[in-house]
């Protein structure tokens, strides 16, 4: 679904963080095509987005680009939320460029509503939001 040779040290993390168990995939699939994919991963080496067995951070939410807008990624995110509370977990975190409206309307209306953080890194403005489960 993603370029993983243009983004080979992205993949090669993800391979590693999948082998240590530090990342859950879910990936949404009609036959064989995957049509998104949503992760939860327990340690990000950053406070905001991580607290072992209290916070767990959603990672590379992500629909095929042909197939948005028909609730896939609702219901990608909405299985993270559930999986993150049957782990016993009780906040979830996620970081959000701040020029990506259609993620941020979506994590707003899941219940994302507090605001930990606004910065800026290489990809541009961002920001860190929580929601309590
Ligand atoms: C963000 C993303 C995962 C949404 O997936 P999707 O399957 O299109 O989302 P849904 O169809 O479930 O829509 C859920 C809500 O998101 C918002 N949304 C999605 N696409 C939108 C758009 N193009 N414009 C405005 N709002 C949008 C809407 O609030 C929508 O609810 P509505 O349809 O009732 O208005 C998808 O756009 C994507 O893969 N983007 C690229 C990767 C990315 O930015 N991931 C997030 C990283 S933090």
């Keep these: 679904m993603w370029d993983i040779e243009r983004h080979a040290d992205l993949a090669n993390r993800f391979r590693r963080e999948l082998e240590d168990g530090n990342r859950v995939t879910y990936l949404c699939r009609d036959g064989e095509t995957v049509c998104g994919e949503v992760s939860l991963i327990q340690?990000?080496?950053?406070?905001d987005y991580?607290?072992?067995?209290?916070?767990?951070?959603?990672?590379?939410?992500m629909v095929r680009r042909d197939l948005c807008r028909r609730g896939i990624g609702r219901a990608l995110l909405r299985h993270a939320i559930e999986t993150a509370r049957e782990w016993g977990y009780a906040?979830?975190?996620v970081g959000v460029d701040?020029?990506?409206?259609?993620a941020l309307m979506l994590y707003w209306q899941e219940?994302?509503?507090n605001?930990?953080?606004?910065?800026?890194?290489?990809?541009?403005?961002?920001v860190k939001l929580l929601k309590r489960l």
């Design 43 to 47: 340690n990000m080496d950053d406070p």
């Design 50 to 61: 991580t607290v072992p067995g209290k916070r767990l951070y959603v990672s590379h939410l």
């Design 91 to 93: 906040e979830l975190s």
């Design 98 to 102: 701040l020029d990506n409206f259609p």
């Design 111 to 113: 219940g994302f509503d």
């Design 115 to 126: 605001i930990l953080y606004i910065g800026e890194d290489d990809g541009g403005r961002f």
